[in-house]
């Protein structure tokens, strides 16, 4: 069983920023998404490495990046001029199984307990 764990989530006012970790216990070197749920919607791939690079969720390009720091085993999601429509809780998941693409949430095997983020206006 991996074990993954998010961190850094918080409260921010529009406009500011906020860095979420990830670690996990299976490679640094698998690969690995950040997703989110906002009530009332479906869990939506935020942005992921494929194949060394990184893809996001056109509602977050420009603002998130994603990085990793390989050594600590750490993914991290930056997110920068947050929005209220930010607010989710946001998940990293990895363990991925190459059924749909990596924007679905059965494509992973192991997902962390969740980190809440959430953007005041």
């Known amino acids: 069983q991996v074990q993954v764990t998010e961190s850094g989530g918080g409260s921010v006012q529009a406009g500011g920023s906020l860095r979420l970790s990830c670690t996990s216990s299976?490679?640094?070197?698998?690969?690995k998404a950040w997703f989110r749920q906002i009530p009332g919607k479906e869990c939506e791939g935020v942005g992921a490495?494929?194949?060394?690079?990184?893809e996001y969720a056109d509602s977050v390009k420009g603002r998130f990046t994603i990085s990793k720091d390989n050594p600590k085993n750490t993914l991290y999601l930056q997110m920068n001029d947050l929005k209220p429509e930010d607010t989710a809780v946001y998940y990293c998941?990895?363990?991925?199984?190459?059924?749909?693409?990596?924007?679905?949430?059965?494509?992973?095997?192991?997902w962390g307990q969740g980190t809440q983020v959430t953007v005041s206006s």
């Open positions: 998941a990895t363990g991925r199984r190459y059924l749909r693409g990596w924007r679905f949430e059965d494509d992973y095997t192991y």
């Open positions: 299976d490679s640094t070197y698998k690969p």
């Open positions: 490495v494929v194949n060394s690079a990184t």
